[in-house]
């Protein structure tokens, strides 16, 4: 339950500042995908129902804030939150590599996914336009700040769930 309250505050916490802070701080008209990392990061680290979780939860605070029609976020957050969860069986706490990989897979997923429904269905086919100028400077911002989310993730979890020391069975040594 502790992993559920955390998470929707680091979520909250993460929209506002992805609306707010990095709405200020952004690179060629491009700012990073905050909730992307932590769903992905989510699904990678605790399974596929905890991924489909918070991607119900990005996805509906982007949806009532932004979009035209509800669903679309929800959906594509949720898929990458399913995804990253399948994969969860490579986690491990020491290795950095895979989590980013995962990251930016996960940043064109929801890239691609979100020009297909908000922008190919109205007839715009610039889709090597939208590639190469709005998702790929947006995954590399977005992996940047992945590593820093996927380390205060880390050490959240290690607060919250502190490593527990198992007692040897009787007649067996160190």
């Not at 559920?4 to 609306?19: D, G, H, K, P, R």
């Not at 009532?64 to 969860?88: E, K, Q, R």
């Amino acid at each position: 339950m502790k992993r559920y309250i955390s998470m929707t505050l680091l979520i909250v916490l993460c929209f506002v500042a992805q609306t707010s802070v990095f709405q200020h701080m952004e690179l060629t008209n491009i700012i990073p995908n905050l909730l992307v990392c932590l769903v992905s990061i989510s699904g990678f680290m605790y399974g596929r129902k905890f991924g489909m979780f918070s991607g119900i939860l990005c996805g509906v605070l982007m949806d009532f804030m932004y979009a035209d029609v509800i669903g679309i976020s929800i959906f594509i957050f949720v898929l990458v939150g399913y995804l990253n969860g399948i994969v969860n069986k490579l986690y491990f706490k020491d290795d950095l590599s895979i989590p980013l990989l995962a990251i930016a897979v996960s940043d064109i997923i929801y890239g691609l996914l979100y020009y297909v429904c908000n922008f190919l269905l109205r007839g715009r086919f610039q889709i090597f336009y939208y590639i190469g100028r709005i998702m790929i400077p947006e995954m590399i911002y977005t992996i940047l700040l992945g590593i820093v989310l996927y380390k205060l993730t880390c050490w959240l979890e290690e607060k919250l769930y502190p490593p527990q020391e198992v007692p040897l069975a009787k007649g067996e040594k160190n």
